[in-house]
């Protein structure tokens, strides 16, 4: 969509008309517990301050609490865990309100790597603001002239194997995205961590020049700053130990230097000689100078305006799904693959078991079948975990609902599996011979499309859960391997013992497993004869059926309980976020 020059120079003179906040902490501690009765200090009574229209920057050697302070800053740490005060133009912060207001760029860049810069930042606009796509396309362009991104604007964003913007680049789209809802305070995590030194100059810049001409309070973290940026920073907080040693101007940290009797070398900046001689500051615990800038306290009206979602129900779901289809269909190794490997699985298996002589090859086929399509569901674990990652930090920032990604998470994955179940079932369905009705075939397919959902909601469930690729990997493989022992293909359930009979019950095997049996050897199947010796059959599909203890009417019960598999563990998944994401944004 082309815009107009002019509508877009219009939007972007709009750009950061904020209300000022002034950010106060007072005696603020923090501690982790490192035993049963011990525990470590992170944050020893600190006391600072951040003005808008400048850009403050917490300084400090590795492990001396930036990263902390500013987590603390930004709602990220739970409130009831810190001790002190933290106050807003001289209110108590309201954790949940200020996160709206608030902009929070972690130093680990959470993106879609197969979306565009510029896409990138149209999805965040028409989720934080509820814009139009023409309204959001607007704002997303303004802020591409504003951080320099136009020349990649319409390059991918890239990650891990796949090519994509540069360093710099990527941690300009996350300011962007933090920005595109105009926040008053913007608070990053080393944002120039890992880049160049023309880079981190740029990123710098940028940020002195929204803080100065946008009135926005701009904290930021940085290791060890070169003379070029130090220019740049309108105060600084030194701390180390989590205690602050110096707040305010270079120039009144130099001055308090010289006074101690220290006599700092040329080619050394002051903010470098004050980290390696630490021992020559005092601990400050009060401010060093008066705020002069003016600011204004938020209405209760305009607190609670910016804590509702910005979009109905309906139109998240509607945005994160289309969202989400962009990123599936894009990640070819995943999506063109899963295809593949379905067409790929149909034509082999249905080639190995077409030649096969006897009816009990069919019964070792359905178990196979089923071993390999839910095995195969945990490939989409890497998907649910790098989605998570966004989604907590998305929710916590009011952008929308945990349902709303549940359920167009859920709803993208339907036709897509759905077309995956057809180019699996349809080969391996003919080729082995199975039943030659078309209402046999129909429900086989159905089969397998709910298998395929099952172990979808089932992985989904997990990558709530689990902290990571790896765990999860094996607790899924772990879970898949009971199911299948319990699933009544190895051992019947007369056989189980009672302690573990709930197992049978559980299992994901087992109804899609007792479905197939019946649509082949059910009604008219009963007489197909699938085990026979010295020239008489010794098992029918009937006798099987019975020694199963499975009853026509079964058929389309295994599908109810299917249908409930998916439901629960989407649910489950839904409880598991929402719960992850409430411990953010209390």
């Known amino acids: ?20 906040y002034l950010i106060e902490t007072k005696s603020l501690s923090y501690d982790i517990p490192t035993g049963k009765s011990t525990h470590k200090t992170i944050l020893d009574n600190v006391t600072c301050e951040a003005r808008p229209g400048e850009l403050l920057a917490i300084v ?31 209110r108590a912060m309201e954790t949940s309100s200020f996160r709206r207001v608030s902009g929070y760029v972690t130093q680990d860049d959470a993106l879609f790597p197969m979306l565009t810069v510029e896409e990138s930042l149209v999805y965040s606009a028409r989720l934080r603001l509820g814009s139009t796509l023409r309204e959001a396309t607007l704002r997303a362009r303004a802020l591409l002239v504003q951080l320099g991104l136009q ?12 090519p994509g913007v540069s360093g710099g680049e990527r941690r300009r789209v996350s300011i962007g995205i933090e920005l595109v809802h105009n926040p008053a305070v913007l608070l990053l995590d080393e944002p120039t961590s890992g880049l160049d030194s023309a880079s981190a100059h740029l990123i710098v810049t940028m940020l002195k020049s929204m803080a100065a001409s946008n009135g926005k309070t701009v904290i930021l973290t940085i290791h060890q700053p070169g003379f070029r940026i130090l220019e740049l920073l309108d105060r600084v907080a030194l701390i180390a130990d989590g205690v602050i040693r110096h707040q305010g101007p270079l120039s009144l940290l130099q001055k308090r230097i010289e006074e101690a009797g220290s006599i700092i ?8 000689y004050a980290m390696d001689a630490m021992e020559v500051l005092t601990i400050e615990t009060q401010m060093q100078e008066s705020c002069r800038v003016p600011y204004y306290v938020l209405s209760e009206k305009r607190e609670k305006s910016n804590y509702c979602c910005a979009n109905s129900r309906i139109k998240e779901v509607l945005i994160l799904a289309e969202r989400f289809a962009k990123n599936m269909v894009r990640t070819r190794q995943i999506f063109v693959a899963r295809m593949i490997q379905s067409a790929v699985a149909g034509l082999g298996l ?10 009990q090859a069919k019964v070792g086929f359905f178990a196979f079948s089923l071993t390999f399509l839910l095995s195969s569901a945990v490939e989409g674990l890497p998907i649910f975990l790098q989605e998570r990652r966004i989604l ?11 349902s709303s990604y549940v359920i167009s998470n859920s709803l993208v994955f ?7 179940s057809i180019l699996y079932a349809t080969p391996v369905y003919w080729l082995i011979g199975l039943r030659r009705e078309i209402d046999n075939y129909l429900f086989f397919s159905l089969v397998i499309w709910l298998v395929m959902l099952m172990a979808n909601a089932f992985v989904a469930c997990f990558g709530a859960l689990v902290p990571n690729f790896i765990m999860g990997n094996s607790v899924i493989a772990g879970l898949m391997g009971s199911f299948f022992l319990f699933s009544g293909y190895f051992i019947s359930k007369q056989s189980i013992p009672r302690y573990w009979i709930f197992m049978y019950y559980l299992s994901l095997f087992k109804y899609p497993f007792e479905a197939f049996l019946l649509n082949e050897f059910g009604e008219k199947g ?17 006798m099987l059926l019975r020694q199963q203890g499975m009853e026509e009417s079964h058929k389309w019960s295994n599908i109810g309980v299917m249908l409930g598999f998916i439901f629960v563990y989407r649910i489950l998944s839904l409880v598991i976020l929402w719960i992850k994401c409430l411990k953010l944004t209390r």
Do not use: W
Not at 1 to 20: V, Y
Not at 351 to 357: C, D, L, P, V
Not at 414 to 420: G, K, R, S, V
């Open 1 to 20: 969509m082309d815009l107009p020059i002019k509508s877009m120079a219009e939007f972007a003179g709009n750009i950061g008309r904020n209300t000022c």
């Open 392 to 402: 907590m930090r998305e929710t916590s920032r009011g952008a929308y609902r945990v």
């Open 350 to 359: 249905g080639t190995i078991f077409m030649n096969a002589e006897n009816q």
């Open 151 to 162: 020349p990649v604007a319409r390059s991918r964003i890239g990650g891990p194997g796949t």
């Open 526 to 542: 009963k007489q197909q004869c699938i085990q026979s010796g010295k020239g008489a059959c010794l098992l029918t599909g009937e």
């Open 265 to 272: 070398s040329p080619h050394i900046n002051v903010l470098e």
């Open 60 to 90: 400090g050697p590795s492990g001396a609490g930036k990263s902390t302070l500013l987590s603390v800053l930004a709602g990220a740490i739970h409130p009831k865990t810190v001790s002190g005060v933290i106050l807003v133009n001289g």
């Open 414 to 420: 339907l036709p897509i599996l759905f077309a995956a």
